[in-house]
């Protein structure tokens, strides 16, 4: 008994110290802008987005006091948004020419050489690209509305210096050593952005819809004007279940950008084994 009451006054407890820890990050990050206001070299979302989040994080940790139906589902979720409030208030990089301080959720200030960088990735998407470091056995997020591109920059100058390719350039080496790797059908997929998380998603979804269209064909009887549509509905869903990843298999094999449009917003590379047409 004295477990299953502890449990929910520890929750609590959380619950209470990330809403105060969280308004006074708020309060701060606002404070802070007016000093950070020509500063080029950090890396920092600011208090905007972190105000914004803010506002349900509030509401649901008021809900959660309420006693209501789903108190304890609010109570989960306001310390996942207050917790996230925090990352955006608090959350940030700033950088010299040998390395960087970064600032954690909790506030906590961390002293990193650029020579303490293990791994880079860059996660492009249709907007921009987010890097994500390993720094020792941290693992750092930097969006690209941060001011990414700054850091980026700076970093790179500390790679060239010290002889070593540019993050970018080194992304492409690793593409290019995993893309000879693979079969002709890899190798496709590899050039389309987001092309395997498609494949997945059309080899689920359309069996899904193939399966939910067909026990509707062999189930309802048209009996009326209702179960007439639903029949056609359920045909159309067959016929789309089977289309689906069939189509998007043939745009892969083909490399139809047109088709591949309807799957994938993210870039096709040109393909790498091709000679490069010269301007006239």
């Known amino acids: 008994m004295n477990k299953i009451l502890t449990i929910p006054i520890m929750m609590r407890s959380v619950q209470v110290f990330m809403f105060l820890f969280t308004l ?25 987005p972190a105000a914004v989040i803010f506002v349900p994080s509030a509401f649901l940790t008021g809900f959660s006091f309420s006693g209501q139906y789903g ?11 207050l917790y996230c ?3 955006l208030a608090n959350m940030q990089v700033q950088w010299d020419t040998n390395g960087f301080i970064y ?8 002293r990193y050489a650029f020579s303490n960088i293990r791994r880079v990735k860059i996660i492009r998407y249709r907007f921009g690209s987010d890097l994500l470091m390993r720094v020792g056995r941290r693992m750092i997020l930097l969006d690209y509305m941060m001011g990414l591109p700054r850091f980026l920059s700076e970093y790179d100058n500390w790679r060239t210096r010290n002889g070593f390719d540019t993050v970018w350039e080194e992304r492409e080496k690793r593409w290019m050593e995993k893309y000879l790797r693979h079969g002709p059908f890899r190798r496709k997929l590899d050039r389309i952005s987001g092309g395997r998380t498609a494949l997945v998603l ?3 979804l359309g069996p899904f819809l193939a399966v939910i269209g067909i026990f509707g064909l062999l189930t309802i009887r048209p ?16 016929l789309l279940g089977i289309i689906f990843p069939i189509l998007y298999l043939y745009g ?10 309807f799957y ?3 870039t096709i590379r040109p393909d790498p084994e091709e000679p490069k047409k010269q301007k006239q």
């Open 24 to 48: 006074y990050s708020v309060i701060m990050a606002f404070a802070e802008r007016k000093k950070a206001k020509g500063i080029k070299n950090i890396c920092w979302m600011g208090p905007g």
């Open 71 to 81: 108190w304890r589902l609010s109570l989960g979720l306001s310390v996942l948004f």
């Open 85 to 87: 409030v925090c990352t």
């Open 103 to 110: 600032r954690t959720a909790m506030r906590r200030r961390v």
């Open 202 to 204: 059309s080899l689920i």
């Open 223 to 238: 009996t009326s004007p209702r179960d007439v549509f639903a029949l056609v509905c359920s045909g159309a869903f067959a």
């Open 252 to 261: 892969v094999i083909r490399m139809d950008r047109k088709i591949l449009r």
């Open 264 to 266: 994938i917003s993210g």
